[in-house]
């Protein structure tokens, strides 16, 4: 079966850190472009980032850009989202998603492999 699972979301403070895993099963996950969403309550859902496979660029939100980066593990078929200095309105679902249209970032209607998301809280 093919599908993400991200973890590692939960409880920070505000100027904490955190470590989202999005783990990969059924198909290789360095053949696609993958990318970071967040949804808080209320708000529509927004991209953090996007990391394109094709030369290996990542692009971030203005607001994660100095404060959250990613990184890949080949081996187990992983993706991880490194978030520190964290604030509260980085609270709301972290979501991994890739899309097979293309190995560079696309627009967000075009991610068509999604995890189900994990909670990250950031308290002031």
């Known amino acids: 079966q093919l599908q993400l699972v991200e973890s590692g979301g939960g409880l920070v403070q505000a100027g904490g850190s955190l470590r989202l895993s999005c783990a990969a099963y059924?198909?290789?996950?360095?053949?696609?472009?993958i990318a970071w969403f967040r949804q808080a309550p209320g708000k529509e859902r927004e991209l953090v980032l996007c990391?394109?496979?094709?030369?290996?660029?990542?692009n971030y939100l203005d607001s994660a850009k100095g404060r959250f980066s990613s990184s890949r593990d080949n081996a187990k078929n992983t993706m991880y989202l490194q978030m520190s200095s964290l604030k509260p309105e980085d609270t709301g679902v972290y979501y991994c998603?890739?899309?097979?249209?293309?190995?560079?970032?696309?627009?967000?209607?075009?991610?068509?492999?999604w995890g189900q998301g994990t909670q990250v809280t950031v308290s002031s």
């Open positions: 998603a890739t899309t097979t249209v293309s190995r560079w970032c696309v627009p967000v209607a075009l991610y068509d492999r």
């Open positions: 059924g198909f290789t996950l360095n053949d696609y472009a």
């Open positions: 990391h394109s496979s094709t030369d290996e660029t990542t």
